[in-house]
């Protein structure tokens, strides 16, 4: 700013192509980006540098109309050449301006929203340019095969789910919540059958059921993590820490009492209609109706009256609820059905556990509830019942598969895994190769690959 309060218009002929360069170097790859150079602008001066050099023809002796009106302003003829080439060299500022800029926004972006997992590289490698197209397809071919294995893992973890060996389908979701980490669905999934191992066959320790349930907190809590507002998480969470409450001291399984009351209720807010999670609230008020004397003192002193204890009628509300929801669903009926009982109402008690016995079997724990819900209405009709094998079907197959190759002294099939060497952390690369043949030429997950 000069002493007449105007601003010096100044250009740099060399300015504009180093700030281009500068824009599209590596340089722009800083924190910061590209300094942007300070221009200072006036019209007085402006005219002064564009009025320099013109050439001033010679009168005539007989001086034109619009000469003459020249000569009486002190007006000159405009230099086309000299004005062309300051707009030239203006717009040459202008566009390395725009490019600096550009750059410095897109690193602001970078900053606040930085990309996971993402290599450092020049500011102009990130652009997706037509030349990269073959590195882009790559990818996504990756990506696509990467799903669909997945799904093929999920999907043969469901069927193993439903045939009763939980064992199997832990592998299944495990490969395919390793393809793809933050999927939602293969991780609560993983957390389920990583929690019904708790009353599988082979597990017979507190501490290998403390083990699975804590293994399924492990996958609930990155559920959780990967989407809070989904129901899928919560219920997760409210099962492994209610059945891990099961076999703890009195201390902790107060505080996982309560915590698993709060997943209930998150699981509730996050979805009304899942009839998992009014189930859930259900057992929580029947389990804290049957505790003792030493626990409900101890839930006192800890919590006060923000634990209450819960109440058989309660329990019925939920359990009710859940079934009004998911009418085919065996373990709200048998739940129902034993509340009913237990509060002396023996036909509405009969009634649900008529209806569960129609119910598809859809995993370990529903093959269990069936199983007390023949227990019960033999109680009630007062038949003779025998407890039957706890050892699902597909396992007493493979035994009398292996007993019999034993015999005859031929191959003996190969043994399912053991839960625990599931704890230990083995694993049985048959499974994934399967799923991978029958989805189709698809490349393993790594450790699969490695094993």
């Known amino acids: 700013m000069d002493g007449g309060g105007q601003t010096e218009f100044i250009l740099d002929r060399g300015g504009p192509r180093r700030l281009l360069l500068a824009s599209i170097s590596d340089a722009s790859a800083h924190k910061g980006g590209v300094r942007l150079p300070r221009l200072e602008s006036s019209l007085a001066s402006g005219f002064k540098r564009l009025h320099a050099g013109h050439l001033h023809s010679k009168p005539s002796g007989a001086a034109r109309p619009g000469e003459r009106i020249r000569r009486r302003f002190g007006l000159h003829p405009p230099n086309l050449g000299a004005a062309g080439a300051q707009l030239q060299h203006a717009a040459a500022v202008a566009g390395g301006i725009l490019v600096a800029a550009i750059s410095q926004a897109a690193h602001r972006v970078a900053s606040v929203r930085p990309r996971r997992n993402s290599q450092s590289m020049p500011f102009y490698q990130t652009f997706k340019l037509p030349w990269n197209t073959g590195a882009r397809t790559g990818s996504r071919r990756a990506s696509r095969e990467s799903a669909a294995l997945a799904k093929a893992l999920s999907a043969r973890g469901h069927e193993y789910e439903r045939g009763l060996d939980v064992r199997a389908a832990v592998q299944c979701f495990e490969e395919a919540c390793k393809l793809h980490p933050e999927s939602v669905d293969y991780l609560s999934m993983a957390a389920k059958c990583w929690s019904d ?188 019942w025998t407890q039957p094998s706890l050892v699902p079907p597909h396992a007493q197959q493979q035994e009398r598969e292996l007993a019999a190759a034993a015999a005859d002294g031929g191959t003996a099939p190969p043994a399912s895994i053991s839960t625990a060497a599931l704890l230990s952390g083995h694993r049985q690369p048959e499974i994934v190769r399967e799923v991978m043949l029958a989805a189709g030429n698809l490349q393993p997950p790594t450790s699969a690959a490695a094993a």
């Not at 703890?248 to 915590?259: G, I, Q, S």
């Not at 209609?273 to 189930?279: E, G, K, L, Y």
């Open 197 to 384: 191992l708790t009353f599988y066959y082979d597990v017979r320790s507190d501490r290998e059921r403390q083990l699975v349930n804590l293994k399924a907190c492990e996958y609930a809590g990155k559920c959780i993590e990967a989407d809070p507002g989904r129901v899928l998480g919560h219920v997760a969470m409210c099962i492994s820490k209610g059945r891990l409450a099961l076999f703890t001291d009195n201390k902790t399984k107060v505080r996982l009492a309560k915590e698993a009351q709060q997943c209930a209720y998150d699981a509730i807010a996050c979805d009304p209609t899942s009839d998992v999670a009014h189930h859930l609230m259900g057992r929580w008020h029947y389990e804290m109706a049957q505790i003792n004397v030493v626990l409900r003192t101890l839930v006192r002193i800890m919590y006060g009256t923000a634990l209450s204890p819960g109440t058989r009628q309660d329990a019925l509300v939920s359990y009710r609820r859940a079934a009004e929801l998911a009418p085919s669903r065996l373990i709200h009926r048998v739940e129902a059905g034993r509340l009913h009982l237990e509060l002396g109402q023996v036909p509405e008690a009969v009634e649900q556990l008529e209806a569960a016995l129609g119910c598809e079997v859809e995993d370990i724990n529903s093959w269990h509830t069936r199983m007390d819900a023949e227990k019960l209405l033999a109680q009630i009709r007062r038949q003779p």
